[in-house]
């Protein structure tokens, strides 16, 4: 059998995992997830990394983050994995898709435009096997339509488009970091941003509101929240 891609852990992972088990934080947060968190953001251009659980998780907490109004359309790849289309289910939007180019294996942005219809109100742009999406074009449609960009870039981490990183457009950006990833933490994932609200928002989610005060509006959205999963 010939593998996808195969974890490259050393002898530095191994003194990690062993000071993450002596100072036990072992989930939640610590150090090493502040570290991670920050690190990511840096390497992608941003100001803000919120750590999760899974990729699924962030696609899932980024669409609730923006909170975009019930049976929104969101336009996403045909070639992609299924979280993409789970992420607005979850949150009660329709995915949209749109067909791939048959040499990058990417979304195509003519095809984004003719897929944008009254009812549509964000773009997930996926980059497949390393190559970026023609962010230049998807960015001057996702302008012209005034529309909010998601981009899961779990593929192309350390990649750029002209000179700027993969993970470094939209209004958030998510990243898997599973074993098959170029950077792995095993199970995993990251959001990223560059608004301090969104990153709030972000951190509320996965902290499912834990040390805030519970007044009618975090109680709702906590609320409308789980739901999203019945």
Same mark, same amino acid.
């Given at each position: 059998?010939?593998?996808?891609?195969?974890?490259?852990?050393?002898?530095?992972? #191994?003194?990690?995992?062993?000071?993450?088990?002596?100072?036990?934080?072992?989930?939640?947060?610590?150090?090493?997830?502040?570290? /991670?968190?920050?690190?990511?953001?840096?390497?992608?251009?941003?100001?803000? %990394?919120?750590?999760?659980?899974?990729?699924?998780?962030?696609?899932?907490?980024?669409?609730?983050?923006?909170?975009?109004?019930?049976?929104?359309?969101?336009? #996403?790849?045909? /070639?992609?994995?299924?979280?993409?289309?789970?992420?607005?289910? @979850?949150?009660?939007?329709?995915?949209?898709?749109?067909?791939?180019?048959?040499?990058?294996?990417?979304?195509?942005?003519?095809?984004?435009?003719?897929?944008? &219809?009254?009812?549509?109100?964000?773009?997930?742009?996926?980059?497949? @096997?390393?190559?970026?999406?023609? #962010?230049?074009?998807?960015?001057?449609?996702?302008?012209?339509?005034?529309?909010?960009?998601?981009?899961?870039?779990?593929?192309?981490?350390?990649?750029?488009?002209? %000179?700027?990183?993969?993970?470094?457009?939209?209004?958030?950006?998510?990243?898997? &970091? @599973?074993?098959?990833?170029?950077? &792995?933490?095993?199970? %995993?994932?990251?959001?990223?941003?560059?608004?301090?609200?969104?990153?709030?928002?972000?951190?509320?989610?996965?902290?499912? /509101?834990? %040390?805030?005060?519970?007044?009618?509006?975090?109680?709702?959205?906590?609320?409308?929240? /789980?739901?999203?999963?019945?």
């Amino acid at each position: 059998m010939i593998p996808v891609s195969e974890p490259i852990l050393g002898e530095a992972e #191994m003194r990690n995992v062993v000071q993450c088990v002596e100072s036990g934080w072992i989930s939640s947060g610590g150090n090493f997830v502040k570290e /991670f968190e920050g690190g990511m953001a840096d390497f992608c251009g941003r100001r803000f %990394g919120v750590a999760v659980n899974n990729g699924t998780s962030g696609l899932i907490a980024a669409f609730k983050a923006l909170d975009l109004p019930a049976d929104s359309e969101v336009i #996403m790849p045909s /070639f992609t994995i299924i979280s993409c289309a789970l992420a607005a289910v @979850y949150n009660h939007l329709i995915p949209v898709f749109v067909d791939s180019d048959p040499i990058t294996w990417n979304m195509e942005a003519e095809q984004i435009r003719q897929a944008i &219809t009254p009812r549509t109100r964000a773009v997930l742009v996926v980059h497949m @096997y390393g190559l970026p999406v023609d #962010m230049e074009a998807v960015t001057q449609i996702v302008d012209d339509h005034g529309l909010i960009m998601v981009e899961d870039h779990s593929e192309a981490l350390g990649s750029r488009f002209k %000179g700027s990183p993969c993970g470094s457009f939209g209004s958030i950006s998510v990243a898997s &970091t @599973y074993a098959n990833k170029a950077v &792995t933490t095993g199970e %995993g994932g990251v959001c990223l941003t560059d608004d301090p609200e969104l990153a709030e928002r972000l951190q509320d989610i996965r902290n499912l /509101f834990f %040390g805030k005060t519970v007044d009618g509006s975090v109680f709702l959205h906590s609320l409308n929240f /789980f739901q999203a999963f019945n």
